[in-house]
């Protein structure tokens, strides 16, 4: 009888540490965070420690729209043109809207208006990091949208990241996208101030309005043909006297 009982309280011992749950220790308030984050917000944390860059800041007063779609940058409401890398524009506008006023790490054109951003962190606390990532400016997915016509006073010449004239800004928002060299080009026709009337391909929506020009000129009647990308300028038209003369043939 004794055997018996010592057996069945050594059982009861053995059952009851088998189900008694392993112990943990606690987690920390930082480590609970970062399990619940999204990996879009982990990558928006950044690898790099941006806090060595010049801090700038402004009120956002609009987006500087693609005319592939989306967005490559924004305009502070001092003219300063802010330009983010192709991966970063998708969280662009979801990050921040006109009339914010947010916080720029980047580096400042030294005489352009320009400040190429590497972070921006909006009035709600939320943020977003460049990578370092270089990355092509446009999908090779993305296809010319339909034909658009942009009339309008300039209100300010355009940039690229590089500093290099690339089109202008007019006075309703919309965007008008010229390659540098053809923005080189039609420079007296790019002047702030000056009417402008042009017509290209682009894209419309709620981030704004823009284009590849193909045509620009101050009236409708005085327009001039625009090399759109890396195609080469516009030639005489078939046909005509000029059209079998080889530029710069004559010189040899």
């Not at 050594?10 to 930082?30: D, I």
């Not at 690229?160 to 928002?173: F, M, P, Q, R, Y």
């Amino acid at each position: 009888m004794r055997y018996l009982l010592s057996l069945s309280a050594a059982l009861f011992v053995s059952s009851v540490a088998v189900a008694a749950p392993a112990h943990k220790t606690p987690a920390t308030k930082a480590e609970s965070f970062s399990a619940r984050q999204t990996h879009t917000e982990k990558q928006a944390d950044g690898v790099y420690d941006l806090s060595g860059l010049p801090s700038f800041s402004g009120k956002v007063a609009q987006f500087l729209p693609s005319p592939h779609g989306g967005v490559f940058g924004l305009v502070l409401e001092d003219g300063t043109q802010v330009f983010v890398s192709p991966e970063q524009t998708h969280a662009l506008a979801g990050l921040v809207k006109p009339g914010d006023a947010i916080s720029i790490r980047g580096l400042k054109g030294r005489t352009l208006p320009i400040i190429r951003a590497f972070g921006i962190t909006s009035p709600r606390g939320r943020g977003m990091q460049d990578n370092f990532i270089a990355m092509p400016v446009h999908s090779t997915e993305m296809i010319a949208g339909p034909d658009l016509v942009l009339h309008g006073e300039i209100w300010q010449q355009l940039y690229n990241a590089n500093g290099e004239l690339s089109g202008v800004i007019l006075k309703d928002h919309s965007v008008v996208c010229i390659a540098p060299r053809e923005a080189a080009r039609v420079a007296n026709l790019l002047t702030p101030g000056q009417m402008l009337y042009a017509v290209g391909t682009g894209s419309s929506g709620e981030l704004g309005t823009a284009i590849d020009a193909r045509e620009i000129g101050a009236s409708t009647e005085k327009m001039v043909g625009i090399a759109v990308g890396d195609a080469p300028p516009p030639g005489p038209p078939a046909g005509s006297p000029a059209y079998d003369i080889i530029p710069g043939a004559e010189e040899h």
